[in-house]
T-cell receptor
Framework: EAGVTQFPSHSVIEKGQTVTLRCDPI?????LYWYRRVMGKEIKFLLH????????ESGMPNNRFLAERTGGTYSTLKVQPAELEDSGVYFC??????????????FGPGTRLTVL | AQSVTQLGSHVSVSEGALVLLRCNYS??????LFWYVQYPNQGLQLLLK??????LVKGINGFEAEFKKSETSFHLTKPSAHMSDAAEYFC????????????FGKGTRLHILP
């Protein structure tokens, strides 16, 4: 069974440009999460989808970030316009249920975003 | 709010030696605690978790961790390091029935010396 996949693995863009990251969760997982790790800091929660609905988007940094999950399958995270501080590794994770203590979140390898 | 502190961003041990990665948590209520590992070019993988059952938790690849409430610690250990253990390790906490998010530490990169 395929794990969580993310595309692209790396992206280098200039400040002001737009970038779209994609995450394909494990088939059948209703819960999809986005996290971000800025260099040298903690991995931080961005948002949580249950199917196509945003359950919790309290971690989204600002309105330059837009996440979608049309149809409840794959998800995209768009950054527009990108700023220097958006550089980091963006992780996606999926799980069957939403209680983290009982439902393991399976993580993708991440997308490394560099904004110049 | 809950948080975790990992002591040491880099730890080096010799192959065959004891691995000890330190994690302290802060929480006003009983937490759920996790250790994740990230091997190069891979996603995070759950090593083990504590969910209020036994305080000594055994995980994959010979790792274990002990929940010590009095010390607010959840240190990760392995009796004998192997070269394949070289990776970055993350301690994390969550509070059930609160926001139920995973709060990660900054990570500790484990280096294995031949």
């Amino acid at each position: 069974e395929a794990g969580v996949t993310q595309f692209p693995s790396h992206s280098v863009i200039e400040k002001g440009q737009t970038v779209t990251l994609r995450c394909d969760p494990i088939s059948g997982h209703d819960n999809l999460y986005w996290y971000r790790r800025v260099m040298g800091k903690e991995i931080k929660f961005l948002l949580h989808f249950v199917k196509e609905s945003k359950q919790d988007e309290s971690g989204m940094p600002n309105n330059r970030f837009l996440a979608e999950r049309t149809g409840g399958t794959y998800s995209t995270l768009k950054v527009q316009p990108a700023e220097l501080e958006d550089s980091g590794v963006y992780f996606c994770a999926s799980s069957q249920g939403d209680r983290v203590a009982y439902n393991e979140q399976f993580f993708g390898p991440g997308t490394r975003l560099t904004v110049l | 709010a809950q948080s975790v502190t990992q002591l040491g961003s880099h730890v080096s041990v010799s192959e065959g030696a004891l691995v000890l990665l330190r994690c302290n948590y802060s929480s006003s209520v009983p937490p759920y605690l996790f250790w994740y590992v990230q091997y190069p070019n891979q996603g995070l993988q759950l090593l083990l978790k504590y969910t209020s059952a036994a305080t000594l938790v055994k995980g994959i690849n010979g790792f274990e961790a002990e929940f010590k409430k009095s010390e607010t610690s959840f240190h990760l250990t392995k009796p004998s390091a192997h070269m394949s253990d070289a990776a970055e390790y993350f301690c994390a906490v969550s509070i059930l029935n609160r926001d139920d998010k995973i709060i990660f530490g900054k990570g500790t990169r484990l280096h294995i010396l031949p």
